[in-house]
């Protein structure tokens, strides 16, 4: 047992970690602005690898016994700070992590100030109204169109409405459609008590119907979020159907039906369609309109993933291309991408706001059955008001701040893809739909090699020649990313005039608004720097 | 089509919000920081219960068209932040949520600012090991007595080791618990294919060997994630088997014992017995020890579920009552609850680091096998680096701090029970093992009456009198919530020598560094005031 005395004196000084003064709080926070500045500006950006070196910095699994100073701490920080992933850097285009507007930084402050946690209105206060608000605009922003002149009062009614929820904030992406398809499982299986009973008893009472399991139909283009929900929900990954994808890398229709057909044949009920708006590797977005009438026609739910695309809503130019998606059972977005919200913030919209009671669960201590609280909806618990860092984006970026944010991606992309098509040694593998771009290193005399052997149909010669465009592709990237110039991410691609095997190609993400079209020429030179070099 | 010049003006209104000046930002921040201690001083706290009146300032469901000024917004978001429930104050002890070390907002600016993506190192440069390394110092105070003098070896060579994982962060509690399920489901079933070929076809490989399906076990004192687990995993809540608990509200050894025998007589396989340590309710721990002993006899998965009472670990005083927590195979700690960062931060540990390849999962452009990106082993896909609010918690309060927080909450506690104990109007319904505490109003005559007719064994006359202690309990909660003064939460319990029928309680939960008896106190004199007029 340890001293009282002692115990006094640390308990004095961890409260004072609470209540510490202006003067203090001032001081470190100038610490801290002094080690992101010089990050910013450094031209430094490691950790694009597994790293030896790195590791020297966190190799102590000890527990500290003592505070430090914050002094310490600053100086224990910079490694970390410095070694963070500049992300704003106007060629940091490999991934949907960009620049933020300066105001968010000062919105988290205030959020972790605030500390609410929206599980709860005693938790809460007025946010779980004002998630519920921002619920209602995005809602009314891609489904509105459907209620027409009854839009006003259709939301009115429903925004604050205890049982019922426009949809649901959550971490992100890949939690919203977990959320979706756990909703459309549950409302399939309910009459079987899914819920209650699990899985297999539904699925033997659904059985006795003739049906002999589970599927989910997303393009090969699908997200691996839905992998993992197929997975964790029990359907398993092998029952999340892939269907080819055409030439633009958009859901293939023909093969959707046979799929289809096949399914139905062997029966194996389909429990969601998923339409891909804005593909992680492609940017493509699938026919939302067809796939809408198929799901109807077979009266299953239908999906939408828009965590990357879906923010073209904002866009007057390009929200056209999104057309279908207000058909949908349900919508994932993300904040954190095309909405420029920092990390943490996704959702998933529900057309029907009494879908969510699929999966609706209650506890006595809180989210009492007759209240608003939006946690009784959610696949988390505790949860912190991320909805108010939308709110502000919504305000202080305007539905034509992110048109236009929207707007100059979509440009920077089509620029982008207009200077590849014109290269000699660079191809453009897709057309741009939004503002992902994928092309790959492709100089002579492979291309007219490729061309010959394309044409006289010799498919073995196709293979080994992308073989080796795939290695020097590969082996660009991997040396700009370590050379810590701009930075491109990659991934595979299977192009079906290319035969079976799948090429390697570079992937862009233009969502950063300080890129302009002289990063990604500088992009291009020094990628053809390096390929010289090989 | 828009007019391209107008198009141009909205782009550079938008760029302007990632460029604001100095001078700009200082002044919004200046303005949320009034608005943030103006609602810190104010004797209000509304938001407890649905409201017209709060409805009314968030009603419009529209979409900002153009983007507000810095000073339109804060007036905009100023009945937001007043209404938000003021969680700091010293007689808010009804949740889980205080107030947190005033570092902690700053911590969470810097972490705005530098928006790293904690999927992959590319996104998060150093974090990926830092949270490496936070991982490691947790598993360490959780484990590190199971290694002995190999303690030191073991986590140099585990900590920054690609194809394990120490553990993974989450948004919180509920997906931790979920997580530990998930793997524990997909490592029963792994031989059978479970992530692949789903629940289903698994249960039937299982059946040939006789099972008739899965089971969890958890005390009637687990948290309500659990069930949602249960219900997401496939495994059904009602094969969330609840064992009885003891007058300690801890899991009866007899009768999980009954109940594993019963399983095992229709041939249930169990998946996971789960441990509480700190129940929500009642903050009881279970004898882990024992648990860990039944798990290892029939050879599942243990699992600890320490979002609340893990943080016991850190005080010299009170970490005995966690004895055989480093038995379990998996642990839930929510470093959003007694770590005291701010909302959005839980984690699972794993004993074993190899365990979390049950639900490994790649996608090519990202998190491929080869890398120590965090990702491949997630829930999550993209998430915030929480782990550095963490890491400054660890360093800033250090194993000292924490555990001087930890036993001023537990010896607060209990001083409060000794206050009720000693009261003629309130009732003590269980000694607190930690830091949270159950009690209801029970005054003359109720008291004698209850008393004789417990001693009488009059059934019907006990559950009547608690019926009337119950609505007056519930009378009492709501009321003093709604004049904005102390606030506890309620909740029901089943406590055997009450009969059947649940009472209802209050609930306080100490772990704001500023409540002192003198708070609590006040809050039995308010109780007391409003019982007399009712």
């Known amino acids: 047992m340890m001293d009282d005395k002692v115990t006094q004196q640390h308990w004095l000084k961890a409260l004072a970690a609470f209540e510490l003064s202006q003067e203090e709080l001032a001081e470190f926070e100038q610490q801290l602005s002094a080690l992101s500045a010089q990050h910013l500006q450094a031209e430094l950006r490691p950790g694009l690898s597994n790293n030896s070196k790195v590791e020297q910095y966190f190799y102590s699994s000890d527990l500290p016994e003592q505070a430090k100073s914050f002094n310490q701490y600053s100086a224990l920080l910079q490694p970390s700070v410095l070694g963070s992933v500049n992300t704003t850097r106007p060629d940091f285009?490999?991934?949907?992590?960009?620049?933020?507007?300066?105001?968010?930084?000062?919105?988290?402050?205030?959020?972790?100030?605030?500390n609410q946690n929206n599980v709860k209105l005693e938790t809460s206060g007025y946010f779980t109204d004002l998630e519920r608000q921002v619920l209602a605009i995005l809602h009314r922003t891609f489904y509105g169109?459907?209620?027409?002149?009854?839009?006003?009062?259709?939301?009115?009614?429903?925004m604050h409405q205890p049982k019922q929820a426009l949809g649901v904030f959550c971490s992100g992406g890949t939690l919203a459609n977990i959320m979706a398809l756990w909703v459309a499982r549950n409302r399939l299986l309910s009459a079987y008590g899914v819920a209650e009973k699990g899985l297999m008893a539904a699925l033997m009472s659904l059985g006795e119907e003739g049906y002999q399991g589970?599927?989910?139909?997303v393009s090969e283009r699908g997200h691996y979020s839905l992998s993992k929900a197929a997975d964790v929900l029990g359907i398993g990954r092998d029952n999340l159907v892939a269907v080819?994808?055409?030439?633009?890398?958009?859901?293939?229709?023909?093969?959707?039906?046979t799929k289809?057909?096949?399914?139905?044949?062997?029966?194996?009920?389909?429990?969601?369609?998923?339409?891909?708006?804005?593909?992680?590797?492609?940017?493509?977005?699938?026919?939302?309109?067809?796939?809408?009438?198929?799901?109807?026609?077979?009266?299953?739910?239908?999906?939408v993933d828009g965590a990357w695309g879906g923010a073209a809503i904002f866009s007057q130019r390009h929200r056209h291309k999104l057309k279908g998606i207000e058909r949908a059972d349900s919508i994932t977005l993300d904040a954190h991408k095309?909405?420029?919200?920092?990390?943490?913030?996704?959702?998933?919209?529900f057309k029907d706001p009494e879908r969510v009671n699929a999966i609706k669960h209650h506890a006595s201590y809180i989210i009492r059955s007759d209240s608003k609280d939006l946690g009784a909806y959610t696949l988390e618990g505790s949860r912190p008001a991320?909805?108010?860092?939308?709110?502000?984006?919504?305000?202080?970026?305007?539905?034509?701040?992110?048109?236009?944010?929207?707007?100059?991606?979509v440009h920077l992309a089509q620029e982008f893809a207009r200077i590849i098509r014109s290269s000699r040694d660079f191809e453009l593998i897709l057309e741009p739909r939004l503002n992902i771009l994928s092309y790959r290193y492709c100089p002579e005399p492979y291309r007219s090699e490729l061309n010959k052997a394309l044409a006289a149909g010799d498919a073995e010669s196709v293979v080994s020649i992308n073989r080796l465009l795939s290695e020097k592709t590969i082996a660009i990237q991997v040396a700009q990313a370590a050379a810590q110039k701009g930075f491109v991410s990659r991934t595979q691609l299977h192009l079906p005039h290319y035969g079976d095997a799948p090429i390697h190609v570079f992937r862009v993400v233009l969502a950063n608004p300080y890129t302009q079209v002289c990063h990604l020429q500088q992009i291009l030179e020094e990628q053809r720097l390096i390929a010289r070099a090989l």
């Open 145 to 158: 169109s459907e209620y027409g002149e009854q839009a006003e009062s259709f939301y009115q009614k429903t």
């Open 244 to 257: 080819a994808v055409d030439d633009q890398h958009c859901i293939d229709l023909k093969d959707l039906e």
């Open 338 to 349: 095309q909405l420029y919200v920092p990390m943490g913030a996704g959702m998933v919209l």
């Open 386 to 409: 991320v909805s108010l860092l939308l709110h502000a984006g919504l305000h202080l970026i305007g539905r034509e701040g992110y048109g236009a944010l929207i707007d100059h991606s």
């Open 93 to 114: 285009v490999g991934h949907m992590t960009s620049a933020l507007p300066s105001f968010m930084p000062l919105m988290q402050k205030l959020m972790a100030a605030l």
């Open 260 to 303: 289809l057909a096949t399914l139905k044949a062997k029966r194996i009920k389909v429990m969601a369609i998923v339409g891909v708006a804005g593909a992680t590797e492609t940017g493509s977005i699938d026919d939302l309109k067809a796939l809408a009438d198929f799901a109807q026609g077979i009266d299953c739910h239908f999906h």
């Open 214 to 217: 589970l599927a989910v139909l």
